[in-house]
């Protein structure tokens, strides 16, 4: 995917280190959250989904978790590695389930 | 692992001319997508596609975007006559069909209009 020149928050951390990535949502009425990850030249990339239903959910090296009340996402990438560089994307599904809307994304440089 | 395969990887056209962008979708897949990526924007819905005919799409998808299945593998966009604010990467998606299962990405087309 092309994000050259798009300005996007950037998080830069150590090779090592935790990451943090943060999302605000906007449709209080969806159900289904989806992390990607983009690296340059590529497509989004599936990470880790969340339902409604649940706060945080578990997967290799990374946790999501969700705050309804203000409806916020994180992503929690453990140990971070070079090659989690990349553009993270945070989406939603609507209602009807046939649509995604993203955000904005962030871009997390990882220095080793 | 399976995955979605798009072509071409840049297709650069005159303004005014129709162009196809192709998708193989991943083979068990019934829902199938085309999204946008402007340079400088984010990943933008385009349509959606289901048993043969458009679920949803949104206000950037009008009279100049068409959407296929032509057979049992491919899934192709068309604009009929391109501006230059077509140009943009084009992704193609495609789910299960399953309750939340997420969509699965190719890796675009990069569409230049000139």
């Known amino acids: 995917g092309e994000s050259v020149g798009l300005h996007l928050p950037t998080l830069s951390v150590q090779e090592g280190d935790n990451s943090i990535i943060n999302c605000a949502y906007s449709n209080s009425a969806s159900d289904y959250f989806i992390w990607y990850k983009q690296e340059s030249g590529k497509g989004p990339q599936f990470i880790i989904d969340?339902?409604?239903?649940?706060d945080k959910r578990q997967g290799q090296r990374v946790t999501v978790l969700l705050n309804k009340t203000v409806k916020h996402l994180s992503l929690q990438i453990a140990a971070t590695q070079p090659g989690d560089s990349a553009v993270y994307f945070c989406?939603?599904?609507?209602?009807?389930?046939?649509?995604?809307?993203f955000g904005g994304g962030t871009r997390l440089m990882v220095k080793p | 692992e399976p995955e979605v395969t798009q072509t071409p990887s840049h297709q650069v056209t005159q303004m005014g001319q129709e162009v196809i962008l192709r998708c193989v979708p991943i083979?068990?897949?019934?829902?199938f997508y085309w999204y946008r990526q402007i340079l400088g924007q984010k990943v933008e819905f385009l349509v959606s596609f289901y048993n043969n005919e458009i679920s949803e799409k949104s206000e950037i998808f009008d009279d100049q975007f068409s959407v296929e299945r032509p057979d049992g593998s491919n899934f192709t966009l068309k604009i009929r006559s391109t501006k230059l604010e077509d140009s943009a990467m084009y992704f193609c998606?495609?789910?299960?069909?399953?309750?939340?299962?997420?969509?699965?990405f190719g890796d675009g087309t990069r569409l230049s209009i000139l």
């Open positions: 989406a939603e599904i609507n209602n009807a389930g046939n649509m995604l809307t």
């Open positions: 969340i339902r409604s239903n649940m």
């Open positions: 083979s068990n897949h019934l829902y």
């Open positions: 998606a495609s789910m299960t069909g399953q309750v939340d299962q997420p969509q699965h």
